[in-house]
T-cell receptor, first 112, second 114 residues
Framework: DAEITQSPRHKITETGRQVTLACHQTWNHNNMFWYRQDLGHGLRLIHYSYGVQDTNKGEVSDGYSVSRSNTEDLPLTLESAASSQTSVYFC???????????FGEGSRLTVL | GQQVMQIPQYQHVQEGEDFTTYCNSSTTLSNIQWYKQRPGGHPVFLIQLVKSGEVKKQKRLTFQFGEAKKNSSLHITATQTTDVGTYFCAGPRDGGTSYGKLTFGQGTILTVHP
């Protein structure tokens, strides 16, 4: 079955370190997204991509970057992790003919 | 910018009681989506409403989209313990075609006591 997977599921890192969260989907969806979830804020859009070599900033993009070298993957990089980036990160993808987002299992990141 | 407000933030009910969560947008929405997230899980799509005044049912769940397309509600009849989780509404960030760029409400955390 097609799916969307994230790794790692849990990570603890230190302030200032670079961190990359992986997202891989096998639906061949062009549209992929990264959201972060914090209590009281719901999910907020970080970055998104509508296809290979396309990347766009979302609502809370400062301190984050993404790249899209193929259809399947949209890795999220924190260039210099900050404690404010402690959160649960969800990757999602969307099919062509539906508004439905398919979410990955999430990556819980703790920045000490 | 666009805001999507959801109330209540928490709701505790006894099993068998009804539950309603409300969603209000600061802007008119072309559509609204609802997601459910089980504790420790990821958001799962429930439904999308597109038409003004639209009402859709999924078993014990009833979804409504307001006439002005700025508000929506989710009503669960006779809650069960399997209904536990956080319910989110979400609308397109640009007010028009979303392409997946959604503004989510803060979510309503539902607890059901057996």
């Amino acid at each position: 079955d097609a799916e969307i997977t994230q790794s790692p599921r849990h990570k603890i890192t230190e302030t200032g370190r670079q961190v990359t969260l992986a997202c891989h989907q096998t639906w061949n969806h062009n549209n992929m997204f990264w959201y972060r979830q914090d209590l009281g804020h719901g999910l907020r859009l970080i970055h998104y991509s509508y296809g290979v070599q396309d990347t766009n900033k979302g609502e809370v993009s400062d301190g984050y970057s993404v790249s899209r070298s193929n259809t399947e993957d949209l890795p999220l990089t924190l260039e210099s992790a900050a404690s404010s980036q402690t959160s649960v990160y969800f990757c999602a993808s969307k099919g062509q003919n539906t508004g439905e987002l398919f979410f990955g299992e999430g990556s819980r990141l703790t920045v000490l | 910018g666009q805001q999507v407000m959801q109330i209540p933030q928490y709701q505790h009910v006894q099993e068998g009681e009804d539950f309603t969560t409300y969603c209000n947008s600061s802007t008119t929405l072309s559509n609204i989506q609802w997601y459910k997230q089980r504790p420790g899980g990821h958001p799962v799509f429930l439904i999308q409403l597109v038409k003004s005044g639209e009402v859709k049912k999924q078993k014990r769940l009833t979804f409504q989209f307001g006439e002005a397309k700025k508000n929506s509600s989710l009503h669960i009849t006779a809650t069960q313990t399997t209904d536990v989780g956080t319910y989110f509404c979400a609308g397109p960030r640009d007010g028009g075609t979303s392409y997946g760029k959604l503004t989510f409400g803060q979510g309503t955390i539902l607890t059901v006591h057996p």
